[in-house]
């Protein structure tokens, strides 16, 4: 499978626990995002990154959360001291912007279901 | 308000139905997706538009710049077409972020009987 793979599927957590996720984009893609959604509403935007470099946050992300993509490559999103509020399906999507080319369309990840207790 | 607006937010319809679901956004957009979301969470890209209209088997997807309007389109529907619909854009002052993020709408609940 050459997509956007996410582990785990789900997480099941206690409330005050750490939980780590995953997101391995397609290969050659350059940037990579991160969404958050909660039940019954459309994905809301946290954060990208273009190869390494983090060049925007939303203001959803607390300090709690931190998202690393240290090689360019896969990205890891954490959260610290998960709260109930953080229940929610998170999505990664990649795409291949080169400077000077048109917008492409992203790719979606399977997303990450968490679920804190 | 939401930049972007979906309706019906839900829609159930007999298997062979022809389906619209439309979509309004307020800003300025370079391209506007829609996306198909099963039970479980996987999104699934199905169009993405600047301009005009595209079609993919039973699924037509129009966009209407002038009025900030898009429709999605489903012919003879089916019961394995149920899932949500999902409604995202480009916003213009992404370009400024040098960002592509998407802003998305709260989707459309689709239920086809047979």
């Known amino acids: 499978d050459t997509g956007v793979s996410q582990n785990p599927r789900h997480k099941i957590t206690k409330r005050g626990q750490n939980v780590t996720f995953r997101c391995d984009p397609i290969?050659?893609?350059?940037?990579l995002y991160w969404y958050r959604q909660t039940l019954g509403q459309g994905p809301e935007f946290l954060t990208y990154?273009?190869?390494?470099?983090?060049?925007?946050k939303s203001r959803l992300l607390s300090d709690r959360f931190s998202a690393e993509r240290p090689k360019g490559s896969f990205s890891t999103l954490e959260i610290q001291r998960t709260e109930q509020g953080d229940s929610a399906m998170y999505l990664c999507?990649?795409?291949?912007?080169?400077?000077?080319?048109?917008?492409?369309?992203?790719?979606f990840g399977p997303g990450t279901r968490l679920t804190v207790l | 308000k939401n930049e972007v607006e979906q309706s019906p937010q839900n829609l159930t319809a007999q298997e062979g139905e022809f389906i619209t679901i439309n979509c309004s956004y307020s800003v300025g957009i370079s391209a506007l997706h829609w996306l198909q979301q099963h039970p479980g969470g996987g999104i699934v890209s199905l169009f993405m538009l600047s301009s005009g209209k595209k079609k993919h088997g039973r699924l037509i997807a129009t966009i209407n710049i002038q009025e900030k309007h898009s429709s999605l389109h489903i012919t003879a529907s089916h019961p394995r077409d149920s899932a949500v619909y999902i409604c995202?854009?480009?916003?213009?002052?992404?370009?400024?972020?040098?960002?592509?993020?998407?802003?998305f709408g709260t989707g459309t609940r689709l239920a086809v009987r047979p």
């Open positions: 990154f273009q190869n390494e470099a983090q060049l925007e």
């Open positions: 290969s050659e893609h350059n940037r």
């Open positions: 995202a854009v480009r916003l213009l002052s992404s370009e400024k972020s040098s960002g592509d993020k998407l802003t």
């Open positions: 999507a990649s795409s291949l912007r080169l400077q000077g080319t048109p917008y492409n369309e992203q790719f």
